[in-house]
Nanobody, 115 residues
Framework: QVHLVESGGGLVQPGGSLRLSCVASGMIFGYYDMAWYRQAPGKQRELVAT???????NYADSVKGRFAISRDNVKNTISLQMNSLKPEDTAVYYC?????????WGQGTQVTVSS
């Protein structure tokens, strides 16, 4: 069974930083390209950052220069370092396979950027 557990979110002021983590199980993690997604109320889910099995990174224009994705295939984790956070980054953040997510999504972790 595929299981994805996100953590690390919280409330932070604009300009602050957070580091999100995702622990995956139920698959050979290192075989898959992975991504962070986010969804804000009233908006569609959007792709934030991707990382391939070869550790190649890609980012949405809205987060380039501020976010950094990484993976650890031994620990079966991916991380998202978020710096210079803006109110528009407020959303629930999820990890999953890229480009075709598994049907099983985790609970996500809430990131709220507000003064």
């Amino acid at each position: 069974q595929v299981h994805l557990v996100e953590s690390g979110g919280g409330l932070v002021q604009p300009g602050g930083s957070l580091r999100l983590s995702c622990v995956a199980s139920g698959m050979i993690f290192g075989y898959y390209d992975m991504a962070w997604y986010r969804q804000a109320p009233g908006k569609q889910r959007e792709l934030v950052a991707t990382i391939t099995t070869s550790y190649v990174e890609n980012y949405a224009d809205s987060v380039k220069g501020r976010f950094a994705i990484s993976r650890d295939n031994v620990k079966n984790t991916i991380s998202l370092q978020m710096n210079s956070l803006k109110p528009e980054d407020t959303a629930v953040y999820y990890c999953n396979r890229n480009p075709s997510p598994w049907a099983y999504w985790g609970q996500g972790t809430q990131v709220t950027v507000s003064s």
